[in-house]
């Protein structure tokens, strides 16, 4: 081998290390401005993600348009799914629809089976969803579900979440295992199949079993969000009020689902379509759309069904805006630290390290996604560049091995969500919970989920 060779390849190995470097001093420095100089999220994302970029070789002002780019892209989807969902919230809260669902849910579930009745209902929303809008869904659900039974916060929130995550990974028509689906060409239908068999143990453990182990590690209030009127006058004034039917307010929360679910389908059944009725669903099904749909099917379904005028129907929209003014300013720097992160390459580095690797094929599969979701904090880009990865050790498998490395894909892509994450941060300002709270409850949620795919998926491998 040549000078010149060895030189090049010490430096390429230099400017790796640094890169890691940079990302993982990049995450402490961000959990220490929050954590110990008590700044606020914003600013602490913000100041961190330049830093690591310029620390990466970036340079300032590439550091700044990449922050930059990725809060924009992360407003232009997931901002607007928050405004929307808040607002659908707020009209679910003051029409009485919330109380109408949680009042069902409460009264038909005990103490014993409320956790595993939400992670249930969590696993129904989630499945063609992504997961910011089964949670802003969800969350008035969750709240006002803890707050009129009486039971600790995370004993009902961590099962609902780690249905929503569960199916976010593992179970087709999801829009994350059909990326791997159709990259790594495995069968669909097995893919869902074997999908369900791992999903559901999957939800139990991190779902109702650890929730009470989390109420342990973040015994914190419920959140004073969407206060209904029998949480403002008691239960007797709000039985006189008129508040809309059970089906009606289940109508309005599936709405986006079935929409969603619609796409889901009609992309597998017909992928290359350009039949009139296979666009309408692509449009109606497109994340924002279904969610803005089910603001305005709110309004008739919800508002008029809880005899709201127009002055309060357009009173409750407006209010419930400014309180999520703040998380939407979080989530959208978290995405701008994830488009830094990606940017300096370092997806691209741990694909490299691992591509030469001797360890078990599924194994391996699950490792490549942890690494990238680690470094870039986005699940979809981990499933992406993993299943590129993996496509040509996939060509060599039996089918019902293609399927779950699938599996194995999406179960590592959901590994240790943290400050990288915008999901992190949604979750943690809607429950209220400070970044340690959120890091030992919904971060080892994740990680309970994706280790516990994983051993789903190696069980299935032994005996199929």
Sequence with gaps: ???????????????????????????????????????????????????????????????????????????????????????????????????RVVDTLVGRSGPRTLPWTMGLVGAVIGLPMFFEIGLVLLMPVIILVARRSGQPLMVIAIPTLAGLSAMHGLVPPHPGPLIAVSALDANLGLTLALGILVAIPTVIVAGPLFGKWAARLADVPVPELYVTVEDREGAEAAAQRPRPSFVATISAILLPVVLMLGKALADVIAPGSEATAKILLDFLGTPVVALGLAVLAGIVLLGRGGGMDRRAIASSLESGLPPIAGIVLIVGAGGGFKQVLIDTGIADVIAQFITGSALPVLFLAWLVAVLIRVATGSATVATVTASGILAPVAADLSSTHVSLMVLAIGAGSLFLS?????????????????????LKTWTVMECIISVSGLAGVLVLSVFI
Excluded at 50 to 73: C, K, L, P
Excluded at 90 to 99: F, N, T, V
């Design 1 to 99: 081998m040549s000078t010149f060779s060895l030189l090049a390849g010490s430096d390429g190995a230099s400017h790796d290390a640094r890169l890691i470097a940079a990302a993982v001093v990049g995450v402490a420095v961000i959990i220490a401005m929050i954590t110990w100089l008590k700044l606020h999220p914003f600013l602490a994302l913000s100041i961190g993600a330049v830093g690591v970029g310029i620390a990466a070789g970036m340079g300032a002002s590439d550091s700044v348009t990449a922050f930059v780019e990725g809060f924009g892209e992360t407003m232009g989807s997931v901002g607007i799914l928050i405004g929307f969902g808040a607002m659908f919230g707020k009209l679910l809260a003051d029409s009485g629809g919330a109380d």
């Design 418 to 438: 943290h400050v990288n994450d915008a999901g992190f941060w949604l979750v943690k300002e809607y429950l209220g919970v400070s970044v340690v709270q959120n």
